[in-house]
């Protein structure tokens, strides 16, 4: 399938604060992030435009209940929907009338993880940091630690090793900066929409027909 090269690289889209703690239990962070993706480094013109058709231009992700939605906007766009119940993957490619199924799955073995001493203001908010990294790329994210997320929300989402991320840091990202080889991908948010409660609609997909993604 023409979209698949994004599916590897969503791992890094999709999404951190470490002991955030309150007498009366944190409260559950619902809302949407609005995301840029920015590329850097060592990419000559056509690794670029491949990179930039697979990631877009920006994205947004809607946090609900169930797990999340993200939609990407660029030349492909892109609708994925996790259930953090079985850890499931719906991925809807242009508006077709299909949807195709897939796994969370942790394609590199993480082998080190954990806080970094910087901090970094962003959209207002004091954030910390944290870093990841395995085999193949190093990844630092940066976190308002007031936007609570249960680390039970994301406990099978083993894409990009969020499993772990949200294990030790319980809030979405507002930055990520990756180094894959020579390559730096960024995804930076632009705004954050905090709701009461998450929007009902984000949990629901079009009833198409379902397919394995691994069949394509």
Known sequence: MKNYLALGVLSLVLFVSCGHNGSDGPREFYGTIHYKVVLGGGLDSLRSQMVRQSLGDSFTVDFTEKGYRLKQYGTDNLTVWYDNSGGSLLYLFNDMDTLYADTATEQTALTESGPMDNRMEILGRNCRSYYMRDATSHTQLWYDSTLYV??????????????QYYHDCTAPYLLRSSLIGTMVIRFEAMQVDVREEPDPEWDRHPDYPVRALKEE
């Open 150 to 163: 249960s680390p039970k929300r994301f406990s099978r989402l083993l894409d990009g090793h969020y499993y």
